[in-house]
């Protein structure tokens, strides 16, 4: 497994928000975490990524234990975050904010650069001496997948991309997850939308009050209507 979470427990001062929350991510392919609005899906990611510190449990990736490391040092091993909210920088243009995300690594056969990263998103090579603050939100967000991909992630993690976007930009975001998951770079996305788009999410996590409730592949989560309605019904 590329990523393994155990028996993660995380919160914000008194609060505990996680509760022994464990899942694992495959080399490839698509993983989600589903759940409703609060459940700790966030949480778990800012805790992955070295941003809210670990109070139990462990966090392994590529081998290594990465439980409480600093955030940068988590991304250069690997793991790419296009965080809720976009969180680009607005006073930088477009190129700056991609160009200081970069790492380079030398052991990826096909890295991620400026020019490749422009090739996915032409738009954002339009606009490349624009202030983060002059873009559209579809553009915002090409912009801060753009950003991940200059890490050269081994694992991208998309927490709520889609949202907040007109329908038509939505379809140009998933179609962009999708050329990047048969380029096999694996994913792990929280998304209202990612079970309504088919064949793209290999593995689905539930979660509900800082824990896994359930889990399985697309077909199982579509028999599931007890898990959909208990869970995910709105
Ligand atoms: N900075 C914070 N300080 C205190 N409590 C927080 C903070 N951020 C989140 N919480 C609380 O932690 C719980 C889990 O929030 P989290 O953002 O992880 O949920 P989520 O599953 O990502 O929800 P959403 O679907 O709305 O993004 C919620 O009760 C939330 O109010
Ligand atoms: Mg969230």
Redesign the pocket.
């Known amino acids: 497994m590329l990523l393994e979470i155990s028996s993660l427990h995380a ?3 008194a ?1 505990e ?2 509760f022994g929350m464990s899942f694992s991510v495959a080399e490839k392919g698509v993983t989600t ?1 589903l ?12 805790s992955l990524m070295g941003l809210l510190p670990a109070r139990a449990g462990r966090i392994r990736f590529a081998g290594e234990d990465i439980t409480n490391w600093k955030p940068h040092r988590i991304a250069q091993l690997g793991i790419g975050l296009v965080p ?1 909210g976009r969180h680009i920088f607005p006073n930088l243009t477009v190129r700056e904010n991609l160009e200081m995300a970069a790492i380079k690594r030398a052991d990826i056969a096909k890295p991620w650069n400026l020019e490749r990263v422009l090739g996915f998103f032409p738009r954002l090579g339009e606009r490349l001496s624009n202030g983060g603050n002059q873009l559209s939100g579809g553009e915002q967000q090409m912009l801060a997948i753009g950003r991940a991909l200059m890490t050269n992630p081994r694992l991208l993690i998309l ?2 991309a889609t949202e907040g976007l007109a329908p038509v930009i939505r379809q140009d975001i998933w179609r962009t997850l999708r050329r990047l998951r048969e380029e096999g770079l694996a994913q792990i996305v ?1 998304d ?1 939308e990612v079970d309504a788009q088919p064949g793209f999410a290999d593995h689905h996590f539930v ?1 509900e009050k ?1 824990e896994i409730v359930w889990s399985g592949d697309a077909q199982a989560l579509h028999a599931a209507g007890d898990v959909r309605e208990k869970y995910l019904a709105i």
Do not use: A, Q
């Open positions: 919160g914000y001062d609060s928000v996680l975490l759940g409703r609005n609060g459940m700790g899906k966030t949480t778990t990611i800012r809720e927490d709520e929280i209202k979660v800082g």
